[in-house]
């Protein structure tokens, strides 16, 4: 609480101030609202800290704050984005009310049950600082006097003859002026000519990786390390295929509300094939050989931080539409991978996995060989579809060809399982009929 004889010191202080400088009117009275009114908020504020993410993720980068202090937030909306080295967690207002304070920079590591931010609750937000009074209620009457400094006076001749305003600053005198100006000026033409630039752009921009990034390489670098890898190539004449999904994906597209694509065929030919040849769909535990009799589908979705392999489970026991469906709500979620409470994309979508299925071919890729995503044993990857000739019966015909590649661990399977188990998902998809009558 200021007292009387601090603000008429204020006031002398400003009263005597050089004239020449720029000043700025601060209402003390104000200035006793802002303070009362922030210490009303964080004595009824709440601090968030950062959540539980995953058993295996303990911390994380502050990727970005949607909020400022200052703005209001309602119960559930995004306050701060955390990126980790598997998923984007989303940090959600656990209650209506008003950013008080951010206790992390962007791009800080934050551990789980780190203080976050502060948020005072309230309908909307905490209310705004009340509007300027004639009086204070938090200060004796005694002491509400008017706190506005004053603008300095013009100073009159007798406080130039007392001393009490320093005299103003001389102003340059005309001859000075003319003076200055009179100076030769310098020859600009005599000045060596400015150096030559470099033809092209040699610049450099530097990103830093961000989590899921660094992940990625890691594990890719390990399954290269770990796995004994080994490719096998084959080619597949997509004519029955194309024609079934031409004739039938207005049918199925009306009636289930689903776009039949051909990863379903792929997945449903790879369920099958994978029941037929079990160490293509086993893992490798320590000394152990650990044979699921499972089937769940790790699918590859590329987004703009990488790839994520969310899992379709238990596809064995899937047909096209529903494996179709299960894709398709997978890769909405994909699309903006958070951890949140409003369906998207969470770790439990893709942990696990027996076997992974790659589509290169959306891209255009016409040859690859992926790379095994540990603990599996084996990985398809799918390419673009180009019309080549090919023999039929003794004839030269064009026909739809994809080629197809399967990566497999040479620890767990022999050449012969790995060829076998491609040429099964070949003859499943050249005639899809087989996998009518291939029941699990």
């Keep these: 609480m200021l007292s009387k004889r601090v603000i008429a010191a204020a006031r002398s202080r400003a009263f005597f101030a050089s004239r020449g400088a720029q000043y700025t009117a601060v209402s003390l009275s104000q200035g006793w609202k802002v303070a009362n009114y922030i210490r009303r908020a964080q004595l009824h504020s709440k601090t968030v800290k950062v959540p539980q993410m995953a058993e295996s993720i303990s911390e994380g980068t502050l990727r970005s704050w949607s909020k400022q202090v200052g703005d209001t937030v309602e119960v559930d909306e995004e306050v701060a984005t955390i990126e980790t080295d598997k998923i984007d967690v989303s940090v959600n207002a656990p209650t209506a009310g008003k950013i008080v304070e951010l206790l992390a920079k962007e791009e800080d590591t934050v551990s789980v049950g780190q203080d976050l931010f502060i948020i005072a609750p309230g309908e909307g937000g905490a209310s705004a600082a009340p509007e300027e009074q004639k009086t204070d209620p938090e200060e004796p009457k005694d002491q509400q006097l008017d706190k506005t400094i004053p603008e300095p006076r013009a100073p009159s001749a007798a406080d130039k003859q007392s001393g009490g305003i320093p005299p103003e600053a001389p102003k340059e005198s005309k001859k000075e002026v003319k003076k200055q100006d009179s100076k030769p000026k310098e020859d600009k033409s005599k000045a060596p000519p400015p150096a030559p630039k470099a033809p092209g752009n040699r610049g450099e921009t530097r990103v830093k990786m961000n989590r899921m990034r660094l992940r990625i390489a890691e594990r890719l670098k390990e399954s290269q390390n770990a796995a004994a890898s080994l490719t096998t190539f084959n080619e597949i004449d997509m004519s029955s295929l194309m024609e079934m999904r031409k004739k039938y994906k207005d049918e199925v597209l009306k009636q289930h509300d689903v776009k039949l694509g051909f ?178």
């Design 263 to 440: 990863m379903s065929a792929f997945a449903r030919a790879c369920a099958l094939a994978l029941k037929e040849i079990p160490a293509a769909n086993a893992s490798i535990e320590g000394d152990e050989i650990v044979y699921h009799d499972f089937v769940d589908l790790s699918v590859a979705v590329a987004t703009p931080k990488g790839l994520v392999t969310p899992v379709v489970r238990n596809a064995e026991g899937m047909g096209f539409v529903e494996i179709e469906k299960e894709i398709a709500a997978l890769g909405n979620k994909a699309s903006t991978i958070y951890i949140a409470r409003d369906g998207k994309l969470t770790l439990e979508d893709m942990a696990g996995g027996t076997f992974t299925i790659s589509n290169g071919g959306v891209f255009g890729s016409l040859y690859g060989t992926p790379i095994i995503n540990l603990p599996q044993s084996a990985v398809l990857g799918m390419h673009a579809i180009k019309d080549k000739p090919v023999v039929v019966n003794g004839q030269i015909v064009i026909r739809p060809i994809m080629v197809v590649a399967l990566t497999y661990d040479h620890r767990l399977l022999d050449g012969r399982e790995a060829v076998t188990f491609l040429v099964k998902v070949r003859d499943y998809i050249e005639d899809p009929r087989k996998m009518l009558l291939a029941l699990s």
